[in-house]
T-cell receptor
Framework: DAGVIQSPRHEVTEMGQEVTLRCKPISGHNSLFWYRQTMMRGLELLIYFNNNVPIDDSGMPEDRFSAKMPNASFSTLKIQPSEPRDSAVYFC????????????FGEGSRLTVL | RKEVEQDPGPFNVPEGATVAFNCTYSNSASQSFFWYRQDCRKEPKLLMSVYSSGNEDGRFTAQLNRASQYISLLIRDSKLSDSATYLCVVNRGFQKLVFGTGTRLLVSP
């Protein structure tokens, strides 16, 4: 596997709390993607970065969501304040390069907001 | 209407059966197409790309019909290990992949 490490793997929090999800590609990649997966809506692209710059954040649901990529090996997705409808699995992925369409996903962070 | 539509299933088939999944997409400007596989509580992984000429990888055959905006996946001689959710994926360009909600396959002994 290309190696994308996400943390935490599981998080249970209460409504109103701040949540920070982390992504570390093992080797630096130019493009990094944050997806959210729910039963009802499937996998939705939230935001993607190219060379650490956010290119398209049109999928970010609202201002409560923010994402940063301070360097090629680290990214965060923050939700503040969290709401029960944010409960989902959040995946970070990196591109295999070119226009292959292959993304390597991390194992995901399963978030439950009570 | 969703940009990528799939029958959610589940498709329940016995080992050895042939099963086909279909998918339609609405954006005619979509550039490339893929099938991903996702096991329960795991991350999605690329299964295969889909070309207009059709392509085969072992027991798996994928086909694209651009005129009808339709993508298919055929699995021959199903194995228990094929049980998973199969995601139809469309590349809008600039690596922006749009995923269908998936079709669940259950292969039983």
């Amino acid at each position: 596997d290309a190696g994308v490490i996400q943390s935490p793997r599981h998080e249970v929090t209460e409504m109103g709390q701040e949540v920070t999800l982390r992504c570390k590609p093992i080797s630096g990649h130019n493009s990094l993607f944050w997806y959210r997966q729910t039963m009802m809506r499937g996998l939705e692209l939230l935001i993607y970065f190219n060379n650490n710059v956010p290119i398209d954040d049109s999928g970010m649901p609202e201002d409560r969501f923010s994402a940063k990529m301070p360097n090629a090996s680290f990214s965060t997705l923050k939700i503040q304040p969290s709401e029960p409808r944010d409960s989902a699995v959040y995946f970070c992925a990196i591109s295999a390069g070119g226009n292959t369409g292959e993304l390597f996903f991390g194992e995901g962070s399963r978030l439950t907001v009570l | 209407r969703k940009e990528v539509e799939q029958d959610p299933g589940p498709f329940n088939v016995p080992e050895g059966a042939t099963v086909a999944f279909n998918c339609t997409y609405s954006n005619s400007a979509s550039q490339s197409f893929f099938w991903y596989r996702q096991d329960c509580r795991k991350e999605p992984k690329l299964l295969m790309s889909v070309y207009s000429s059709g392509n085969e990888d072992g027991r798996f055959t994928a086909q694209l019909n651009r005129a009808s905006q339709y993508i298919s996946l055929l699995i021959r001689d199903s194995k228990l290990s094929d049980s998973a959710t199969y995601l139809c994926v469309v590349n809008r360009g600039f690596q922006k992949l749009v995923f269908g909600t998936g079709t669940r396959l259950l292969v039983s002994p």
